[in-house]
Nanobody
Framework: QLQAFGGGLVQPGGSLRLSCAAS????????MAWYRQAPGKQRELVAI??????TYADSVKGRFTISRDNAKNTAYLQMNSLKPEDTAVYYC?????????WGQGTEVTVSS
């Protein structure tokens, strides 16, 4: 019910935009979030958008932007000035009153 895509290999300093497409029944009332999990580390919250409010992890503030397009039932994560430490599998999550829904993850590798 959630599909995340847009990952890939990018050089340090580069940009990527991740997308998370959801079904309308989930997306319309959900708080959308992006998490990431680096090798050997726990999954961590990167950014969340709930209504008009956005919140970011300190490590990505000023570099990443979360947004949503309600007409397309899609959330985005624009990632700029990428660093090697941003390398991880990125997951989107829809938080609803019925529970949380997770996408399958998309891999981001930042390397020269």
């Amino acid at each position: 019910q959630l599909q995340a895509f847009g990952g890939g290999l990018v050089q340090p300093g580069g940009s990527l935009r991740l997308s998370c497409a959801a079904s309308r029944s989930i997306f319309s009332t959900a708080a959308m979030a992006w998490y990431r999990q680096a090798p050997g580390k726990q999954r961590e919250l990167v950014a969340i958008i709930n209504g008009g409010t956005t919140t970011y992890a300190d490590s990505v503030k000023g570099r990443f932007t979360i947004s949503r397009d309600n007409a397309k039932n899609t959330a985005y994560l624009q990632m700029n000035s990428l660093k090697p430490e941003d390398t991880a599998v990125y997951y989107c999550k829809a938080g609803t009153w019925r529970g949380d829904y997770w996408g399958q993850g998309t891999e981001v590798t930042v390397s020269s």
